[in-house]
Structure formats: C-alpha cells, structure tokens
C-alpha cells in the first residue's frame, strides 16, 4: 500500500532560508529528531521558525508530513554549504526519538516503510541510504544508534523494499513508471530530478503528453530522440510586462511570445485558426503563459515579464 504524504509546504518567500538550491537527490540521509512532538508540528515549526535548519519529510506513528520540496535542498546534515548531504540528500527525521517507546516504535517502522517506497519510485538501491553522522559525525540518528540498530534498520528497510519489487542495488540507474494522474513536474518532486533532465533524458519534447506505464529513465545519457531540436532562436522575445489588459496589447511582439509558447506546445488556442497566434495578449495567451509558469515552477500569473521571458529562453534552448 502507497504511504500517502501530507504537505505542509515551506512558502516560497522562506526558500532562500530553508532551501534555496535546487537538488537532484541522490541519498536518503535518516535523522531521530530528539524530540517528543509529532510529525505535523516538527513541519510545522520548522517551516515557520526563522532558523535555516531544515528537512524534506518528518515522520511519526501516524503519518508522513512534508515540509521541503524533494527538488530543493534542505540544512539537515551539518557538513557545510556545499556538503553532499545537506545539497544532494532528501532528510527523513524520524519522530519521538528523545523519550521513544511505543510511539517511537511505530514511527521507526513507518519510516522503514516510507523511505522503501522513496527508494523504490527512485529505482534506488539501499545504497542510496545514509544515516546523519556519514556526513558530518553528529550523533544521529540517537536513538538507532545507541540501541545498536542502525544496521538492523537498513535491513528492514532493504526487507520493505524486495516486498515492493525494488532494485537492491542502484546501478545502473533508476526508472520511474509513470502513475496515473502524474504530471512531469509531479514526477519531478518524487524523483528529484528536474523537469528538464527529464525531458532530456526520455526525449520528451511536450511535458503535457506523457503516458501512464511509460518508463522514464532518470540517469544517464539522453535516448536519441532527445537530442536538443533546432527550431527556435529566432523569436527575440520581447522585453517587459505584459498582460490581459483593456484594450488588450496587440503586435508582433506579443505574436513572438505565442509563436515561442507553441513552440514548447504552449498553444494559445490549439485547434483554433493558427492554435491562437494572433498577435493579441487576451485570456487565452495568459492562460498558455500560465501553464508554462506551473509546469516549469514559476509563479503562475499569466503574467510574462521578465522571469518568464528568461525561462522560455532556457527552454528554447
Ligand atoms: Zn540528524
């Protein structure tokens, strides 16, 4: 059974505290939280609280919460700015670590259960999992290792992820099959790997038509189809804000940045005379701008100025 995840999610406007990188993970590094509270308000304090230190998911006797972005770094290992664990591993802090017991217990076993399924939708090995004092020597997870367990919890983390059909080890490289009603930028945040070396990876030209069951590879060389394609360069996108305005905007300027949104299969109006390029910034252009700014992690406003500008450029690429 899939352990569903309840997000509670850093505000964007605390990334540049809590996560400012964007993170194409590589390990799962497991903490105890020397705490007594609950999943909920381990996320909940620390997405608030002004400190850096931070962490993907928390974990107690009853659920998953998460607080971080799989696809954003996080402050959990203590071995510096540009430390492996703290810019390419995903942080699991295990709750009720200080007093443990029974509810401690539980939480170890569903953290034994949710890290296995992060490996298993990575194509990760159990080689993929560290404890916090690989990293920086800090005695963590407390309560594992003082009981002498960190080996025995690997093994039944190794254990959980046979049941799910796993991979024991990583090599060569993960897949992910895609799940029904998974969007690329979904599967992006699940695997930590960016929506652009996703697509470059699985040749993958239009984000919007992906497939349930199609295997995604998440590592290695691109498929040849995915070679960089040649269209594009030429729609010297325009400088500025624009939006739906009354009347609304009009011009080749405005017919360029449809021209570019379409080109990334952005189509103002697809099936409609031209998909919609007709030089007029109205409600549909906001919407194709709109849908690129979700897909592609921006604020989406329907808005293009300048952030929006440089990200089609990236893309056209
Ligand atoms: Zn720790």
Redesign the pocket.
């Known amino acids: 059974m899939t352990i569903s995840v309840k997000k509670n999610l850093v505000s964007e406007a605390k990334y540049a505290l809590k996560c400012p990188n964007a993170m194409t993970a590589e390990y799962i590094?497991i903490?105890?939280t020397?705490n007594d509270a609950s999943a909920a308000n381990e996320i909940s304090y620390m997405i608030e609280n002004t400190s850096s230190t931070s962490f993907h998911f928390a974990v107690d006797d009853k659920e998953v919460r998460q607080g971080i972005p799989t696809n954003r770094n996080a402050w959990?290992?203590?071995d510096g700015k540009n430390g492996t664990g703290n810019r390419k591993s995903i942080?699991v802090?295990i709750c009720y670590s200080k007093s443990g017991g029974p509810k401690y217990k539980a939480a170890e076993k569903l953290a034994i259960k949710f890290v296995a399924q992060l490996l298993k939708e990575r194509g990760w090995g159990i080689d993929r999992v560290r404890k916090?004092q690989d990293w920086n020597g800090?005695y963590?997870?407390h309560r594992i290792l003082s009981e002498g367990r960190w080996d025995e919890v690997k093994a039944a983390i190794e254990t959980e992820l046979k049941a799910l059909g796993g991979k024991t080890t990583s090599k060569p490289g993960g897949t992910y099959t895609i799940k029904k009603g998974d969007a690329l930028s979904v599967i992006a945040q699940k695997t930590g790997v960016s929506m652009a070396t996703l697509q470059r990876l699985n040749g993958i030209k239009n984000p919007n038509l992906i497939k349930v069951g199609q295997v995604l590879k998440l590592t290695g060389s691109s498929t040849s189809s995915a070679k960089p394609s040649n269209k594009k360069t030429s729609y010297a996108l325009p400088s500025g804000i624009y939006k739906v305005t009354s009347p609304m905007r009009k011009g080749d300027d405005v017919r360029r940045i449809q021209k570019a949104l379409a080109a990334l299969y952005f189509y103002p109006d697809k099936g409609a005379k031209n998909n919609g390029i007709d030089g007029v910034y109205g409600p549909k252009t906001a919407n194709a701008v709109k849908r690129f700014q979700s897909i592609y992690g921006l604020v989406a406003d329907g808005i293009y100025g300048p952030k929006t500008k440089a990200k089609i450029e990236s893309k056209l690429k």
């Open positions: 590094t903490h105890n020397a959990h290992t203590g942080g802090e916090h800090k963590c997870p």
